[in-house]
Nanobody, 127 residues
Framework: QVQLVESGGGLVQVGASLRLSCVAS????????MGWFRQAPGKEREFVAA????????HYADSVKGRFTISRDNAKNTVYLQMNSLKPDDTAAYYC????????????????????WGQGTQVTVSS
């Protein structure tokens, strides 16, 4: 069973930056696609970013493209989400996801195979 633990969320002002981290348990991290989703109060969960097992391919939601960067360190079993120029609309709980597939897709489900989810970390952007 894979366990994912997110960290790095917080309360920031408009225009600030945050870096989220997600540490995965187990020995399968380096061969699996990873991603981030988010869910704002009263809204459906939405895709944010995904990265293939080798970091060769990434994909972003249009709403974060150019502001957010997903990366991974397979030696540390960690995936990151660097978030710059934060806006109030970025306020949400952010969830780390690991798929059992190695590659990502540019349309749903973005991360293939069975999915494992973390508990989430809250990001609040105040104006």
């Amino acid at each position: 069973q894979v366990q994912l633990v997110e960290s790095g969320g917080g309360l920031v002002q408009v225009g600030a930056s945050l870096r989220l981290s997600c540490v995965a348990s187990g020995r399968t991290f380096s061969s699996r696609a990873m991603g981030w989703f988010r869910q704002a109060p009263g809204k459906e969960r939405e895709f944010v970013a995904a990265i293939a097992w080798s970091s060769s391919t990434t994909h972003y939601a249009d709403s974060v493209k150019g502001r957010f960067t997903i990366s991974r360190d397979n030696a540390k079993n960690t995936v990151y989400l660097q978030m710059n120029s934060l806006k109030p609309d970025d306020t949400a709980a952010y969830y780390c996801v690991q798929g059992t597939a190695s590659l990502i897709t540019v349309s749903p489900p973005w991360i293939g195979g069975s999915q494992y989810w973390g508990q989430g970390t809250q990001v609040t952007v105040s104006s």
